[in-house]
């Protein structure tokens, strides 16, 4: 604990503006993104959540629909954290680079696999990162995982990045697109191509449709017309604890997202989520007939594969 008070201290340390937006991160993205995780059951996630021994945001008290946000957010989470897993395995991707993925529990799993793995993420989130790795990270993710910061906008600090990655790299990026001003998006997504184009390999994220993808999952656990309630529930929920609008028309038309892809020098080919029926935690919540209807989800084409022209 006392190393926590001195990373927390450093932390503080920062400039009034940076620190600022920097806590925003840790408490918006990495927390609530650890506590669906942990509620669907990943162990990484619960570790992380217990360590940073933060009261939780959302919880019944405060939610009159609580429940079912709580169970279609976790699905929603542990879909897109074991659909990266599993690309990566398939794909035997020795090199990942996790942006703005907050404090990475994935990181965690592909690291003890002798996996490299850079998490690139705010300086915030860096330094409670590392010293959660230190604290319960096992001896082969010590070794790999590394946690730095950069802006995602910041070319030199991103491909400074990349270049401690050596062969080619597999960019995870899941998200963060629907809450990024244009300009920054558009930066992001240059500095992502310059990466691929120097290193090769691809990007995956499930960010783009993000909008129809979570309604979708939300229809598996409730039914089509109970999913748009959901989502926007969601999303005033993200809302209030972010304090600004999330920008969910932009990039939701599929024709669009290529385009604009193809404007910044990217192709993109869409896959499924999973291979096969996806052995999840969170399965043991679900009913029979749920079930079903996340399996045939899992088979559709929501991962976007995206590499540099």
Known sequence: MKKFFTVMMFALMLTTTARAAEFEMVEYSAQVKLQWLAAAGIPEAQKFLK???????????NLNDFERIELTNALYQELNYAAAIEFVRQNDRRNVFDLACSLS???MVLGDEDRKVIVGELQ?????GDWCLEEFGSKRAIKNVEYL????????????????????????????MIYLADDVRAQMYENIRDVLKKHGGCLITSDFCQKKYFTDVAAALYGDAQAPTLYNETKAMYENVFGDKISDETLQDEKEAMDFLKTHG?????????????ILNISRKLTPAQLQKVNALAAKNYLWVITAL
Request: hydrophobic share 50%; with cysteine; glycine share 6%.
């Open 105 to 107: 529990p994935r990181a």
């Open 124 to 128: 915030t989130v860096c330094l409670i």
């Open 266 to 278: 990217l192709v993109a080919r869409k896959v499924p989520l999973f291979s096969a029926s996806p």
């Open 51 to 61: 360590l940073i021994d933060r009261p939780v945001f959302f919880n019944a008290g």
């Open 149 to 176: 910061a950069f802006w995602l906008q910041d070319k030199e600090g991103m491909m400074s990045a990349a270049d401690k990655l050596k062969g080619e790299i597999c960019i995870i990026e899941q998200g963060v």
